[in-house]
């Protein structure tokens, strides 16, 4: 570990403080830090969505506040980057706002910083006056069940991050010679694998989706992709605009059960307006006779899609010789219950379904950041109330690390906004102690250079963004992205 510096006690006395650092350029003249009352410095941990309007709000609410942003990739954004699907380009807009907050004189942009590694929570604690944890939920649900570690078997997370151009997942290299695709649960992520895997090459080329992932994808054989789900059609978890691109996605029909959607129809007045509206589609789709034009379109089709409801998976079943997967074993499941609340019950019946590329698309998971902070493993949260970390004065969060893997970019900005509203109550009330000024990122910013660490600006970032944009330019693509680390690093190298 560093020596301490000697910011943590007297700023003005720090030593490394007046070098030209390149990083502090954005740090905001002229602004004190030991003034009669105290500038709040504020940071917020991960740039995802959550991260990104956490800030927007404290900074359009509070006309002094400062507010940085680490984030441990050298580029922003989170899932807006590295989830979001490169054919749902619309959804990515948003980088917009983000890019007006992070412009903002009282915001500044720590990227390639770790925290918890390069720098602790409790550092941070000591440099600014609050800390919100937006870090989002990396890792991956495990299915906990023989073979899911075969080769053949991939974590959504790891497919998704992978033809997004995650620098993690760029050598994932996934085999794609089987006809037949499983993807276990049935979500949007499921659904948006599902596109990835059956939606026409020039669809795709038009895209930002990693260069790799295109090569790959353009080889691919699979031609039949099913989404097996443990409950029944009234629990899945996709939405209707998910579900209709998915019905129309060209070159690709729809196979159904017809039985799996009979009597539907008859309930459906009782449901809520959102599952009514999903479950309609599902049961015309389903059970009406197409159109003409329609039936025409589907008898050309050379892909499909299923959905395989009540199955859930007891095991992945290796190949002969062992060294791959060759299809998942499911057990036949019944429901308790009714609604959205339905617990799948195994009946004990079991069915096998060959196939050699199988996906777990069962959700995401937030890891905890640091012993000093409090976490529930079995939920993957950090506890709170309204944002507030509870039994840490001074520590709140928001998005996916405070409420779980759920939710859209919109219930990600509501959620959010409710914890820096909580964390600009605190300031008025007095419960955020402003007693003591704090030195925020330049004392950070001193401790990251001792260890070596060079944090990207976002000005830095613009200067990957040009890179990305013009070399996508060249090939009719929105952005080429970077798959590594290094070469972003290089591009910023001062
Ligand atoms: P994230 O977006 O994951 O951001 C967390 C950030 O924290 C990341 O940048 C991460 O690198 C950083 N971080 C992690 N650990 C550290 C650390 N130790 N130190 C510093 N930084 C750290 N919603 C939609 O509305 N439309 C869509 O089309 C859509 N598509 C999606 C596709 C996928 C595959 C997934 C998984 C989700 C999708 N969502 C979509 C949901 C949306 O992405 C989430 O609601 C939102 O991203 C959650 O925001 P977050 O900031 O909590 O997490
Ligand atoms: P999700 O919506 O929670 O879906 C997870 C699926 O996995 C469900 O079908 C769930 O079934 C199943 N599952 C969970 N544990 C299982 C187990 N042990 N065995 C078998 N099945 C299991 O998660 P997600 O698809 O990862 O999406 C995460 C969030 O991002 C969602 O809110 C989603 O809407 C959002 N997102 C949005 C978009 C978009 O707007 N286009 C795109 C992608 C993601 P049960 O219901 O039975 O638990």
Same mark, same amino acid.
């Given at each position: 570990m560093a020596p301490r510096c000697s910011w943590m006690w007297r700023l003005p006395r720090c030593p490394l403080l007046g070098r030209n650092l390149s990083t502090t350029r954005r740090l905001g003249a002229g602004r004190s830090l030991s003034s009669k009352s105290p500038t709040p410095q504020i940071c917020v941990v991960g740039s995802g969505p959550a991260g990104f309007y956490t800030a927007q709000h404290l900074l359009k609410h509070h006309s002094e506040a400062i507010v940085d942003i680490y984030e441990k990739l050298p580029v922003p954004f989170g899932l807006v980057r590295f989830g979001v699907a490169p054919d749902h380009p619309e959804v990515k807009n948003v980088i917009n706002t983000f890019t007006q907050t992070a412009r903002s004189e009282r915001c500044n942009f720590l990227g390639n910083v770790t925290v918890g590694r390069d720098v602790t929570v409790e550092e941070l604690q000591r440099a600014y006056h609050a800390i919100v944890l937006s870090y989002g939920a990396e890792d991956k649900k495990e299915l906990g069940i023989p073979g899911e570690k075969l080769p053949g078997v991939y974590s959504a997370r790891d497919f998704v991050g992978w033809y997004n151009g995650l620098p993690d997942n760029r050598y994932l290299s996934p085999d794609l010679s089987s006809e037949t695709a499983v993807i276990l649960g049935q979500g949007n992520v499921a659904l948006d694998i599902a596109r990835m895997l059956l939606s026409p090459l020039e669809l795709l *080329?038009?895209?930002? =989706? %990693? &260069? !790799? %992932? +295109? *090569? %790959? +994808? /353009?080889? /691919?054989? =699979?031609?039949? =992709?099913w989404l097996v789900g443990r409950r029944g059609p009234l629990q899945v978890a996709f939405t209707i605009k998910e579900l209709r691109e998915m019905i129309n996605l060209p070159g690709t029909r729809p196979i159904y059960d017809p039985s799996d959607f009979q009597g539907l129809g008859d309930i459906l007045k009782d449901l809520p307006r959102p599952r009514k509206r999903l479950t309609e589609l599902l049961v015309k789709s389903a059970l009406e006779e197409p159109g003409e034009k329609e039936a025409v379109r589907r008898a050309q089709c050379t892909r499909e899609w299923g959905l395989r409801f009540f199955r859930s998976p007891i095991a992945v079943l290796p190949s002969e010789d062992g060294k791959r997967a060759s299809g998942v074993r499911l057990s036949v499941t019944r429901l308790e219950g009714s609604g959205e609340s339905a617990v799948s019950v195994p009946t004990g019946e079991t069915e096998d379904m060959p196939c050699g590329l199988i996906f777990s698309s069962i959700g995401y998971r937030s890891v905890p950041i640091s012993p000093g902070v409090p976490f +529930? !493993?079995? &939920?993957? #949260? #950090? !506890?709170?109330s309204m944002g507030r970390v509870l039994g840490a004065p001074g520590l709140y969060c928001s998005g996916w690390v405070k409420r779980g893997p759920t939710g859209v970019i919109t219930t990600t900005m509501t959620d959010s906004f409710d914890t820096a509203q909580s964390l600009l109550e605190d300031l008025k009330s007095g419960a955020l102690n402003l007693s003591n000024s704090r030195p925020g990122a330049s004392a950070i910013r001193e401790l990251l250079l001792l260890r070596g660490v060079d944090p990207v600006s976002f000005s830095d970032w613009e200067k990957i963004d040009a890179v990305e944009t013009a070399q996508g330019l060249k090939v009719g693509k929105p952005r080429e992205k970077i798959l590594n680390t290094e070469e972003m690093l290089q591009l910023v190298s001062r």
């Open positions: *080329e038009k895209t930002d =989706v %990693a &260069q !790799p %992932a +295109l *090569e %790959a +994808l /353009s080889q /691919s054989r =699979v031609k039949k =992709v +529930l !493993p079995r &939920q993957g #949260i #950090i !506890p709170n």
